[in-house]
């Protein structure tokens, strides 16, 4: 159960939620820098810590101006399915109408994202959900190769499949759905037709956009460049937080690179402001 003392804003637009699970220097810096603007706008912040039981919970709890849900995962849980599970328990607490899922690993860096993903949700009618298909800003080069390489093995092995040959089912060379990184959600919509982020054992919120899809509700698909001016994500942060990578794996090297990255930056806004004063 939430703290009553959490910080709480029934008359906010939207509300932004996160779950935690042994990332304590990336919740430190994701949370860090949405404090100021969330105080000042009066937007609430839900946390859900799913078991970590190490110092990022000891964290979470000095926080008096986030709302803390503790859950207790089962031990056979699946990650995803406790992430979704998690996010499922903010969308039965908020009273907003909008809800912003982030990652702990998602670093926002200009905060006029939040403005300009409202805004592309109300530019069309009946738009449940905004976001972005790509969980990294690749650039133009790298992601026109990926993408040509996926049309290409996705064409092979469904020629292979015709003619009777072995090879692995073809998977869809476009992303689809939304990735939950940073992702806009009308709440009231979802609550109207009695569904939720975890559903059919799939990633959270791919089984419900297929189904706001089928109910004739748009989907607001951002581009990554869009996107990623106002923010950066660590892609799969939290395996790399808690060793899941070797440690000359590119995934670890980027974790550590961008945490690097962002603390210094913080450390130089730290020292200028003291100056100023």
Known sequence: MPDD???SAKHALFSIALVNYKTLHMTRLCLGLLRDYAIYHQVPVWVVDNGSADESIHYLRTLDWINLVERIPHPREAGYIAHGKALDLILGYVETPYLFLLHTDTFVFDTDVFSMMMSQSTAT???VAVGCTEQIN???????????????????RTLMRYVGLP?????????????????????????QHNLRFMMDNRVPGYAL????????YAISFLSARRLFSYLDHIQAGTVAANGGYDTDHRRRKTYHDTLLRFQKEASNDAKTTSTEK
């Not at 650039?139 to 092979?156: E, N, P, Q, S, V």
């Not at 090879?167 to 609550?191: G, Y």
């Not at 956009?209 to 004739?216: C, I, P, T």
């Open 5 to 7: 003392n959490a910080h």
């Open 125 to 127: 009618p009946r738009t």
């Open 138 to 156: 690749r650039g133009f080069l790298r992601t026109a190769w990926r993408f040509g390489t996926r049309l290409m093995r996705y064409h092979y």
């Open 167 to 191: 090879s692995k089912n073809p998977k869809p060379f476009r992303e689809t759905h939304l990735k939950s990184f940073c992702t806009l959600w009308n709440c009231d919509v979802i609550k």
């Open 209 to 216: 956009q297929d189904k706001m899809v089928k109910l004739g």
